[in-house]
């Protein structure tokens, strides 16, 4: 078999070109079985964790992000059955979210590129279970609803650390 640098030597990580230097040797195979004309153009695929992480941002941001940064504290105080001297409690919980929503973007990124994004499934898994946890136990039912898809997006990231490889595998090119 013929090596990479041989049969591709544009895409050897011996270039110069220190962009080049990030590709997987998965990406480098890739390209040589379906070889693109525009070589700027950087692989990426759509696999099971990348839709799951791509649903959680945004659920994420329309269900927690948005209505906690955005929403006035009396509206929140009736979604929520919680009290607030100030809705600056409900502004920290909507910041929290949205430094939870970093943390997926860099996961769906890793794993557009073909990288199990570990951290972000171990966090997600964390987050969304713990809330869908306390949510079942919330006395409004759309607290419970809540629960439901949190637990849900919760579980499939727990499928997803279980099946790192089925998970990555793409589904959909990108």
């Keep these: 078999m013929m090596s990479v640098a041989r049969a591709a030597p544009h895409l050897s990580m011996g270039t110069g070109d220190w962009r080049r230097k990030t590709l997987s040797e998965f990406e480098i195979r890739f390209q040589l079985q379906y070889p693109i004309s525009e070589s700027r153009i950087r692989f990426q695929m759509m696999s099971a964790i990348s839709l799951i992480l791509s649903s959680k941002i945004v659920v994420t941001i329309l269900l927690v992000t948005g209505p906690f940064l955005l929403l006035p504290r009396h509206k929140l105080e009736a979604l929520t059955g919680v009290s607030a001297a100030s809705g600056t409690l409900f502004r920290l919980y909507g910041m929290a979210a949205t430094a ?68 990555i595998h793409p589904i959909l090119p990108g």
């Design 100 to 167: 939870l929503l970093v943390g997926d973007s860099v996961g769906l990124w890793q794993s557009m590129n073909g990288v199990f994004p570990w951290a972000a499934a171990l966090m997600g898994m964390v987050s969304n279970v713990g809330a869908a946890g306390i949510l079942a136990f919330a006395p409004s039912a759309s607290a419970r609803v809540c629960a439901i898809v949190f637990g849900a997006i919760g579980g499939l990231l727990i499928w997803a650390a279980l099946a790192p490889t089925v998970a």
